[in-house]
């Protein structure tokens, strides 16, 4: 008789416990045992239940384990979600099997001893059948559906509440989620607010109106929006640093001369130019599109250009904007030496195109759908003992319950998104559909998109300096990690598995364009390892640096319009301050935007932070002397940027690991 001691771990969560029969049966190298029936153990997260299991003959090394759950007399079936089982062999070898997931029938479900195994390594028959099993299930779990042509695939799913479980929301997210969405109006106290469609009257009652949960930052835009410095910052460290890029030549559109702006320092726009102090943002994404009705009334969608200069004094300053891409006399160049209301008006449309690029394509389409991809391509295609399964699953978390409200709430054609916003309606589509054909590996990729817009040396740009040290801080906790399991180049080329998932997201995501330079198969150890870390660095701290910073920088709507309702001034000297309150967006379009940046700022308060592992997958001892590693070094990070922030007038906290989640899941 062998006996096999352990116990079962619950996962703390609220009704992960169970009242119901529990089944457990042992499945070795050389047999199995009968299943075991634990009845009525109530078993909570509060304690561990021992386990015994008692089989006749030896049955080997452990290689999986049977959980089925059947309720009990007169008592209905209930939820149950286990953490791990661990079992001690009579040789006194421990075993451990991990499941992180609710069982919800009464059908039997196998799990996986812990070791991480690639498939080529995974040869005992009950094994590789329990392998393939696990993936024919899952395939028909997670499948892929095209929400809009010319975009990145998503899941196939018609409800939220039709999601497996083992990617839903939590009981605490969920109800979370749904008081924020219901009571956001009301805790911004602006609930009186969302159905008047008049125009403001003045820029005071706007302020009256965003007196309530102002954050340090969002006081600082109020009081400082109108200031070419702060507009100038925010293409740097807001929450759209994605556009600006270097300029050593003038677009042909863009005709700007040394008469028309002044250069700090007297110098020409030439030897500016060739001094590498002159940058431009070029919104040409949202060119010739027809822009969205809000409220009855028609709205404007500018594609605006944008000069800026690097002063001796470091600061970015914007010397010209150009309002449409084509040039023409009815469309001229503005410069800081226009009237206030001339400038400030040019700076308003474009920080309103900056909206619509930043939602649609820096946030939405870079980080929430990509994540997506990535998340369901591992789900389908690697099993749960797949060393790349355990070191990614913890960045899938909630995103797929996430985008798939994103596409029901916020860009369906009744979403917010087409009710307040001027690229709503029929441009959102054509934008995004621009976007994802233009998207590319390399600018996926921090290190290699920073250098091939050539911002390798601005100043003060800490999106890029806390970036590349989280890139890297990334980068080497995945090579640790992955290094241990793949120990040569043929160990990726010889893992089908692995290859299928790369594949997919070429497909899937990147709708099979070469040009994109997304790779269709990985050959080494280092492109695996690069490639895992922007997967990574894509699900939290890239999320985190274009989401984070929304309800500081957006709240105070005249920094940030979600639409501008007049067209854009086409000679100077016409605007005045009657001209900028025409243009904003009408009360209900602003306060409903507020309350839509304060809920996509609003973490839950089960939120997981980058580098922390609350459900244990890796059980090897390698893989937790580099989560160790990796978590010291995202807190050295953490130290240094509070400390930097000391000193700065706004402190830049995007990317500060504290701050971040491990997943989408805002």
């Not at 634990?38 to 021992?50: I, R």
């Not at 930043?358 to 946030?363: F, G, K």
């Not at 953490?638 to 706004?650: T, V």
Request: glycine share 4%; hydrophobic share 40%; with cysteine.
């Amino acid at each position: 008789m062998s006996e096999y001691k352990g116990v079962i771990k619950i996962e703390d969560h609220c009704w992960a416990s169970s009242w119901d029969h529990i089944y457990i049966k042992l499945v070795g190298t050389d047999g199995e045992s009968q299943p075991k029936s634990l009845v009525y153990p109530y078993l909570s997260p509060e304690s561990d239940f021992k386990i015994e299991v008692d089989s006749n003959n030896s049955i080997g090394k452990l290689v999986l384990i049977e959980l089925e759950k059947n309720p009990g007399y007169l008592l209905p079936q209930n939820a149950w979600f286990p953490a791990k089982v661990e079992l001690e062999s009579p040789e006194g070898e421990t075993f451990h099997f991990p499941i992180h997931r609710w069982i919800v029938n009464d059908e039997a479900h196998q799990f996986r001893e812990a070791t991480a195994c690639l498939v080529f390594d995974d040869t005992h028959p009950l094994a590789s059948q329990s392998r393939t099993e696990e993936l024919k299930l899952r395939k028909k779990q997670y499948c892929w559906s095209i929400y809009a042509e010319g975009i990145p695939h998503c899941m196939k799913v018609d409800d939220a509440h039709a999601l497996p479980d083992e990617v839903s929301f939590s009981f605490t997210k969920e109800w979370e989620f749904k008081l924020n969405k219901l009571h956001g109006l009301i805790e911004l106290k602006l609930d009186g607010l969302a159905d008047r469609k008049e125009q403001w009257r003045s820029i005071d009652a706007i302020g009256k109106v965003f007196r309530h949960k102002q954050t340090t930052l969002s006081e600082y835009v109020q009081q400082n929006w109108k200031k070419d410095s702060l507009f100038g910052y925010q293409f740097l460290n807001g929450v759209n640093p994605m556009v600006i890029r270097r300029c050593s030549v003038l677009p042909e559109n863009f005709q700007v001369t040394d008469q028309m702006v002044f250069l700090r320092g007297g110098r020409s726009l030439a030897e500016e130019m060739q001094s590498r102090n002159i940058f431009l943002c070029d919104y040409k994404l949202l060119d010739g599109l027809k822009a969205n009705e809000v409220n009855g009334k028609q709205q404007y969608l500018m594609a605006p250009l944008v000069l800026l200069h690097k002063t001796p004094e470091d600061q970015l300053m914007p010397i010209a904007i150009q309002l449409k891409q084509e040039p023409s006399k009815d469309n001229p160049i503005f410069c800081p030496t226009d009237s206030e209301y001339d400038w400030l008006l040019a700076k308003m449309f474009v920080r309103s195109a900056d909206f619509q690029d930043h939602q649609l394509n820096s946030h939405l389409l870079r980080t929430h759908l990509l994540a997506e991809v990535f998340s369901v391509s591992l789900l389908r295609n690697l099993p749960m003992v797949h060393p790349l399964y355990k070191l990614l699953v913890p960045h899938t978390r909630y995103t797929l319950q996430i985008n798939f409200l994103a596409r029901e709430l916020l860009i369906s054609d009744t979403g917010i998104f087409n009710t307040i916003t001027s690229s709503g309606g029929e441009a959102l589509q054509k934008i995004l559909q621009r976007a994802t054909s233009s998207i590319t590996y390399a600018s996926l990729c921090i290190r290699d998109d920073i250098k091939e817009r050539g911002l390798e040396s601005v100043p003060h740009f800490y999106y890029r300096d806390d970036g590349f040290h989280m890139w890297d801080i990334i980068n080497r906790f995945v090579q640790g990690v992955l290094g241990y399991y793949y120990k040569d180049d043929s160990y990726v080329q010889r893992d089908t598995e692995l290859q299928t998932w790369v594949l997919d997201i070429f497909e899937y995501g990147f709708l099979s364009r070469p040009e994109s330079g997304m790779p269709q198969k990985l050959n080494t150890v280092a492109e695996l390892v690069k490639f895992v870390t922007m997967v990574i660095f894509t699900c939290s701290a890239q999320h985190a640096a274009v989401n984070s910073g929304q309800f500081d920088y957006g709240s105070w709507m005249p920094n940030t319009p979600t639409t501008l309702q007049q067209p854009p001034p086409t000679t100077k000297g016409t605007a005045d301050k009657s001209s900028l309150l025409d243009a904003l967006p009408d009360v209900n379009a602003t306060v409903k935007g507020m309350a839509a940046m304060w809920l996509l700022s609003k973490q839950s308060s089960d939120s997981v932070p980058l580098g922390h592992y609350p459900e244990e997958h890796f059980f090897e001892i390698v893989p937790h002397q580099h989560m160790k590693v990796f978590k010291g070094e995202l807190a050295l990070l953490n130290s240094k940027i509070n400390a930097r922030n000391l000193g700065l007038e706004i402190p830049y906290t995007s990317l500060d690991p504290a701050l971040l989640e491990n997943s989408v899941a805002l």
